[in-house]
């Protein structure tokens, strides 16, 4: 049964999360008079070193654009945001910086990006 496996999934999905650099990122949602028709506005609160999310906190993500539909759920626009933090794509950008250092030298990066999770997004 499908279902038997779901607990077992979301325990190893949450362990996976709590081994990464474990910060707490601040978001702010802004649901606009004509949702679902249009999209959502997202923006990171917390600062964070990702080539898909600029230094106002925006971020570029397919769904909350072009590819937005109102049979989405808000559930899917957060998870989609998660996981773009696990894998960015430096080849569709909002910081040309960021996504430079990631395709120049993707380990210095990623030590950046959980530097900066250390500094700015602490759970403590």
Request: net charge positive.
């Amino acid at each position: 049964m499908a279902n038997s496996n779901l607990p077992r999934r979301i325990i190893k999905e949450t362990q996976r999360l709590l081994s990464e650099p474990g910060g707490v990122f601040k978001l702010e949602l802004f649901l606009p008079e004509e949702y679902p028709i249009a999209a959502p506005k997202v923006r990171f609160l917390t600062k964070i070193y990702h080539p898909n999310i600029d230094k106002l906190g925006r971020i570029c993500l397919d769904i909350l654009k072009d590819k937005w539909s109102p049979a989405l759920q808000i559930r899917t626009v957060l998870l989609s945001i998660q996981a773009l933090l696990s894998a960015p794509n430096p080849d569709d950008p909002l910081s040309e910086n960021i996504a430079k250092h990631w395709k120049t030298n993707e380990a210095e990066a990623v030590e950046t990006a959980k530097e900066w999770t250390r500094l700015y997004a602490s759970s403590a």
